[in-house]
């Protein structure tokens, strides 16, 4: 069980290291990136960059989530309930987790979705149409997720190294 858990736990810093490390790339570079740059460049990157990078923050977050919830049943069974909620570590890795799964919704649920948004328009506007109305929207919606999940990341990862 412990070299179950010790796999698990590297499993789950590797893949929140993914997500957090995208998460802090889309906020603290390329959205000022795209402030500052012409519009063609904001295409291409759009169509060849930010889908690929994307991929690899849904996923980062999925699997961060699930060696996480891994973790938490196999703690939580080993120490019983009573004495899992009672300890500093289980009061811990709840909150931690609670938060965790948030992020995940938001990044499956608002940011994700939005994006797609974002890309289809840019896609729209490359091949010579007019962009998607939804699309600022999008943009607004995904942009906010993303910065509560920049906020929450700070004591998710505090709590994940507790």
Do not use: C, D
């Not at 289980?90 to 608002?110: A, E, K, Q, S």
């Amino acid at each position: 069980m412990e070299f179950t858990l010790f796999v698990l736990r590297w499993i789950h810093f590797l893949a929140g290291i993914t997500w957090i490390g995208l998460l802090y790339y889309f906020n603290f570079v390329q959205t000022p990136f795209f402030a500052e740059t012409e519009a063609p460049v904001r295409v291409g990157a759009v169509q060849k960059l930010v889908p690929r990078a994307l991929w690899w923050f849904r996923w980062g977050a999925m699997v961060t989530v699930l060696a996480g919830l891994l973790i938490y049943i196999m703690r939580m069974s080993e120490m019983g309930s009573g004495l899992f909620y009672a300890s500093p570590y289980g009061v811990t890795i709840t909150v931690g987790g609670l938060m965790g799964i948030v992020m995940l919704l938001n990044v499956w649920l608002v940011i994700w979705p939005n994006q797609q948004i974002v890309i289809a328009s840019t896609n729209q506007v490359a091949a010579g149409g007019q962009a998607l109305p939804a699309a600022a929207g999008a943009g607004g919606r995904g942009a906010r997720a993303s910065r509560t999940n920049t906020v929450f990341s700070i004591p998710v990862v505090f709590y994940m190294g507790g």
